[in-house]
């Protein structure tokens, strides 16, 4: 086959194979812009739009940051007082419908502040612990539980403390 061509290529007359030649050449061109200009151009363009649209979601999030930043700090100030943590205490116990199961809340001299639960579901108590210290940065420096029968109560004596 190709001696064939090969064979008529030199058989043609010299305007033909300038015909061809250019013939040629325009169309590698064609596919070259079509098969590989175009598409790359396209993703330079959508590519192009996505780091735009990144860098305005950068910018949102680094405005976010400072937020939580100072959110986080008036929390820590509000509790950096024994008094403001022991305020913060009574008022996530009461969100959670935990203030009727608290029997003694106190400060204590190393400015943390022992609570005592004589009877509380252990579920709820687990839900309060952990919304203080998402939601609050107070942490259990200890605790002591016993079960109470074949129930899902428990006695509860904590210590807590600001992180």
Same mark, same amino acid.
């Given at each position: 086959?190709?001696?064939?061509?090969? /064979?008529?290529?030199? =058989?043609?007359?010299?305007?033909?194979?300038?015909?061809? @030649?250019? /013939?040629?050449?325009?169309?590698?061109?064609?596919?070259?812009?079509?098969?590989?200009? +175009?598409?790359? $151009?396209?993703?330079? %363009?959508?590519?192009?739009?996505?780091?735009?649209?990144?860098? *305005?979601?950068?910018? %949102? @999030?680094?405005?976010?940051?400072?937020? &939580?930043?100072?959110?986080?700090?008036?929390?820590? +100030?509000?509790?950096? =007082?024994?008094?403001?943590? #022991?305020?913060?205490?009574? *008022? *996530?116990?009461?969100?959670?419908?935990?203030? *009727?199961?608290?029997?003694?809340?106190? +400060? =204590?001299?190393?400015?943390? &502040?022992?609570?005592?639960?004589?009877?509380?579901?252990?579920?709820?108590?687990?839900?309060?612990?952990?919304?203080?210290?998402?939601?609050?940065?107070?942490?259990?420096? $200890?605790?002591?539980?016993?079960?109470?029968?074949?129930?899902? /109560? &428990?006695?509860?004596?904590?210590?807590?403390?600001? #992180?």
């Amino acid at each position: 086959m190709w001696s064939s061509i090969k /064979l008529n290529w030199h =058989n043609a007359p010299n305007n033909d194979r300038r015909i061809y @030649m250019l /013939l040629a050449v325009v169309v590698g061109l064609a596919f070259i812009y079509a098969f590989i200009w +175009l598409p790359s $151009n396209h993703a330079r %363009l959508r590519l192009a739009q996505e780091v735009i649209e990144k860098e *305005s979601q950068l910018q %949102l @999030m680094q405005a976010q940051v400072m937020q &939580v930043q100072a959110l986080q700090s008036a929390v820590k +100030l509000s509790h950096s =007082n024994a008094q403001g943590l #022991q305020t913060a205490l009574e *008022s *996530s116990a009461k969100l959670h419908g935990l203030t *009727s199961n608290i029997s003694k809340i106190q +400060l =204590n001299e190393e400015g943390a &502040v022992d609570i005592n639960l004589p009877k509380v579901n252990f579920d709820s108590w687990i839900s309060w612990v952990n919304a203080l210290q998402t939601e609050h940065q107070i942490r259990a420096l $200890n605790a002591h539980i016993a079960a109470l029968g074949n129930t899902s /109560l &428990v006695q509860v004596d904590a210590t807590f403390s600001a #992180q």
